[in-house]
């Protein structure tokens, strides 16, 4: 009986995942490479981006209802935390600088070399970062953007 190793169960989703872009490049009229960038890279960053504002946006409007230390603390706190946000967008705009084929070509190296250190493939690792961190992170900024909302 062969052993099903847990990697080998990434490949459906992994292929899911490119079954969607390439359609969603044939959409828009991209290439598989061109639409790779724009929605992993450009777009999730973007979500990223502006999910990390939110809970800024949430305390800054709460701050003028009504003054308290604690509102103050964590206007200044989410704005690190959205600081952080575009400062890391900005670095990964800048290390996948177009053109766009040299972008894609860069990023599929890089989750190679991942893949290598982690000792995985390189269908998770691109499953780890593209999909469950963006996941994550989203999620994440939307629950500090609620929170902010009611306990502020």
């Given at each position: 009986m062969?052993?099903i190793?847990?990697?080998?169960?990434?490949l459906?989703?992994f292929?899911l995942?490119v079954?969607?872009?390439?359609l969603?490049g044939?959409?828009?009229?991209?290439?598989?490479?061109?639409?790779?960038?724009?929605?992993?890279?450009?777009?999730?960053?973007?979500?990223?981006?502006?999910?990390?504002l939110?809970?800024?946006?949430?305390?800054?409007?709460?701050i003028?209802?009504?003054f308290?230390?604690?509102?103050?603390?964590?206007?200044?706190f989410?704005?690190?935390?959205?600081?952080?946000?575009?400062?890391a967008?900005?670095?990964?705009?800048?290390?996948?600088?177009?053109?766009?084929d040299?972008?894609?070509?860069?990023c599929?190296?890089?989750l190679?070399?991942?893949?290598?250190k982690?000792?995985?493939?390189?269908?998770?690792?691109?499953?780890?970062?593209?999909?469950?961190?963006?996941?994550?992170?989203?999620?994440?900024?939307?629950?500090?953007?609620?929170?902010?909302?009611?306990n502020?």
């Open positions: 062969r052993k190793r847990w990697k080998n169960l990434t459906l989703p292929a995942c079954a969607f872009l390439m969603l044939k959409l828009c009229g991209l290439t598989y490479k061109q639409i790779s960038v724009v929605f992993n890279l450009w777009l999730q960053g973007a979500l990223l981006v502006l999910s990390a939110m809970p800024l946006a949430v305390s800054a409007i709460r003028c209802g009504g308290s230390f604690l509102r103050l603390l964590s206007v200044v989410f704005v690190i935390y959205a600081m952080a946000y575009i400062w967008f900005l670095r990964m705009l800048l290390h996948y600088h177009l053109p766009v040299r972008a894609f070509d860069c599929v190296h890089d190679q070399v991942l893949a290598g982690w000792h995985t493939s390189y269908q998770v690792v691109n499953l780890l970062i593209f999909v469950i961190a963006f996941l994550l992170l989203f999620s994440l900024n939307i629950c500090l953007g609620y929170f902010a909302y009611l502020l």
